[in-house]
């Protein structure tokens, strides 16, 4: 999906993502949603159509990307939807002055190595602040040797994976995108290890 108008372009992690949100819509209303590396925002455009109280936000070093994160809910209908800058690894007054999360998105964040702590580093705090919300993210395969396994462990985090055929979206044309059936993408829900989410 590319808006060649705006050159906003849709990652296929976003829309197997968003495609897990429309199957579970029925649960999103009233629930409070933080999407982290929105960018395009996609899945928490979705989110706060479906009737979820949604926060969006992006690298507060990337004005480009929260500017991003603005125009999709302009042209949404979804003017309202507050845009915060928050810096994966970074406690920021934006991050402790966070209101409670129930779900916690993100669409291929897992793209860098070098990120992987940092995000892993901020999830964990939003989870030890809301014992009972959960991480759902999608992200895209791209090495055999790529884990977050170790840093699971390290920050007392626990992962359930989630097969894309249980919400329809192991097809090769997804949302009008050829994309997904061509990457490897997986999804898993990321949670405190002690929690009792399920």
Same mark, same amino acid.
């Given at each position: 999906?590319l808006?060649s ?12 993502l968003?495609?897990?949100l429309?199957?579970?819509r029925?649960s999103?209303?009233g629930?409070r949603v933080?999407e982290?590396?929105?960018g395009v ?12 109280e949604?926060i969006?936000?992006d ?9 991003n994160?603005?125009?999709s809910?302009?042209?949404n209908g ?9 810096t994966?690894g970074?406690v920021s007054?934006e *991050?402790?002055s966070?209101?409670p999360v129930?779900v916690? $998105?993100g @669409? ?8 992987f &702590?940092?995000?892993?580093t901020t999830v964990?705090?939003?989870?030890e602040?809301?014992p009972r919300a959960?991480f759902?993210?999608t ?6 040797d790529?884990?977050?396994e170790a840093?699971l462990?390290?920050?007392k985090?626990k992962?359930?994976h989630v097969? *894309?055929r249980?919400?329809s979206?192991?097809?090769?044309? $997804?949302? @009008?995108?050829?994309?997904?059936g061509?990457?490897t993408i &997986?999804?898993?829900?990321?949670s405190?290890a002690h929690?009792?989410?399920t």
């Open positions: 999906v808006d108008q705006y050159g906003m372009y849709v990652w296929p992690c976003a829309v197997v968003a495609q897990y429309w199957a579970h029925r999103l209303p629930k933080l982290v590396g929105a925002s996609l899945p928490g455009v979705l989110a706060a159509k479906c009737g979820a949604v969006l936000s690298s507060e070093e990337l004005p480009q990307c929260l500017q994160c603005r125009r809910c302009l042209m979804l003017p309202h939807v507050p845009v915060m800058g928050l994966w970074r007054p *991050l402790l966070l209101a129930d916690i $998105l @669409s291929d964040v897992f793209f860098d190595p070098t990120d &702590e940092d995000i892993l964990s705090f939003l989870l602040k809301n959960q759902w993210t992200y895209q395969v791209r090495s055999a790529w884990s977050i840093l462990c390290k920050w985090l992962s359930i097969p *894309l249980s919400f979206a192991d097809r090769e044309h $997804l949302a @009008s995108s050829s994309l997904p061509r990457h &997986e999804m898993i829900i990321i405190l929690s009792d989410g």
